[in-house]
């Protein structure tokens, strides 16, 4: 009985090591795979690559999300410009018979830059703030948002004065809280 291994062995010396329960319970022979798969709820799901996390990182960054909100605001901003040009067109021509294209267009092209560099400005400053806060917080919740809409309000507002800075806080407080409710439910 001293050769056999006995089931209350020292902890000093294991039964078994795990190079020899690997090769027991996978064989020998069995090729390793260079892609580890762990279980899921919805199926296989594989370990990231190096690639994939720093892409991941890189999206994630304040500066990422602040460039994207930044660059899609001035296209929606562009839009609600070419659109709000379309509906009212405000020529400064006092005579409508001698309008002629090329004065039109310039118009729209104004009020669409107009608008783009304001929404752009708008979606930068509350991405900026936002993720800001998020990392200041280390908490992903509605408050993030609340409070990202008062700082960002208050700031566009206060271009206007101490009151529009107020009312502007508080204005887009409350429209980025009711969104962020309807986002996360």
């Not at 090591?17 to 709820?41: C, M, W, Y």
């Not at 400053?125 to 948002?145: H, L, M, P, Q, V």
């Not at 700082?151 to 206007?160: D, E, F, K, Q």
Request: glycine share 12%; net charge positive.
């Amino acid at each position: 009985m001293s050769d056999e291994r006995s089931l209350y062995s020292s902890p000093s010396q294991p039964l078994i090591t795990f190079e020899e329960l690997r090769e027991n319970i996978l064989g020998a022979d069995r090729k390793r795979h260079d892609q580890v798969l762990i279980p899921s709820i919805f199926g296989r799901q594989e370990i990231k690559t190096i690639e994939e996390k720093r892409i991941e990182k890189m999206m994630e960054s304040c500066a990422f999300k602040t460039v994207l909100s930044g660059v899609m605001g001035y296209g929606l901003g562009a839009a609600i410009g070419l659109f709000s040009a379309s509906v009212g067109p405000d020529l400064s021509v006092t005579e409508p018979g001698k309008q002629t294209v090329r004065q039109v267009l310039k118009e729209m092209g104004v009020k669409m830059v107009t608008h783009a560099k304001n929404f752009a400005i708008l979606g930068a400053t509350f991405a900026a703030t936002e993720c800001t806060i998020e990392s200041y917080r280390a908490k992903s919740d509605w408050k993030n948002g609340t409070l990202a809409g008062g700082v960002t309000g208050g700031l566009i507002g206060l271009r206007a004065g101490v009151k529009a800075g107020i009312l502007g806080a508080a204005g887009f407080a409350a429209f980025s809280t009711i969104i962020e409710y309807y986002l996360r439910s």
